[in-house]
């Protein structure tokens, strides 16, 4: 399955959850990128200021990333895509080396999502997603389920958010086009509370199942 949708959308939020329900693992590129980061590997420095300026890592990086995830035994039987693909180029690529079954499109509109984005809280050490109104954690600004501090994103400052919109404007909104045609797109309105939302998620992939 591919999550798909704006930055701040759910897609994180929403993997979590799935992730549990379908007993299969979330590859999320952008988790994998930011704890590259964090380790200062060679990959992390050079994603770097790409990522605090609200741009794309390239093909490449992301698909070879991605294609090596997906030899693990874990993904065996499925697997949840969040944040990747981010353009055609990289959708088309996944065609060559996984089986989709389905896209699913977390809708919701730009004034929501820097609302959204701005009470973002992450973890440092598992990566779970928070919101400090929205979906907050039980223990504050420590993690309820690894007791590891709660960051802020770099990129979820507002300037790096409006970029970060545009970009997903330009370069990855074409892919709801692309899995339209493909067959395999369904849309979830992302304007709901979290709960509503897995089970509107839920529905639609059982359909395809
Ligand atoms: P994405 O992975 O699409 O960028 P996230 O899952 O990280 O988005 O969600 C962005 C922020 O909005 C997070 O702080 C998250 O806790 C919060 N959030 C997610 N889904 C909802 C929702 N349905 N209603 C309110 N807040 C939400
Ligand atoms: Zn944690």
């Not at 930011?34 to 420095?45: D, K, N, T």
């Not at 697997?79 to 389905?102: H, M, N, S, W, Y």
């Amino acid at each position: 399955m591919i999550l798909l949708g704006p930055p701040g959308a759910g897609k994180g939020t929403q993997a979590e959850v799935l992730s549990k329900h379908f007993d299969i693992p979330t590859i999320s590129t952008g988790a994998m990128i930011r704890a590259e980061i964090r380790a200062e590997s060679p990959l992390g420095l050079s994603a770097k200021k790409l990522i605090e300026e609200g741009q794309l890592v390239n093909d490449e990086v992301i698909l070879g990333m991605l294609k090596e995830r997906l030899k693990a035994p874990d993904c065996k039987n499925g697997f949840i895509l969040d944040g990747v693909p981010r353009t055609i180029a990289q959708a088309e690529a996944i065609k060559g080396f996984a089986d989709i079954d389905c896209a699913v499109s977390i809708d919701l509109a730009d004034e929501v999502i820097v609302e959204r984005l701005s009470g973002r809280r992450e973890c440092a050490k598992c990566g779970a997603t928070f919101h400090m109104i929205f979906n907050p954690s039980a223990k504050g600004e420590i993690c309820d389920k690894c007791g590891a501090e709660l960051t802020q994103r770099s990129d979820d400052m507002p300037e790096t958010i409006r970029k970060r919109l545009d970009v997903y404007h330009k370069q990855t909104e074409p892919l709801i086009d692309f899995y339209t045609k493909e067959g395999l797109l369904k849309t979830i309105d992302g304007a709901n509370d979290i709960g509503k939302i897995t089970e509107d998620i839920i529905k639609a992939v059982e359909v395809t199942a």
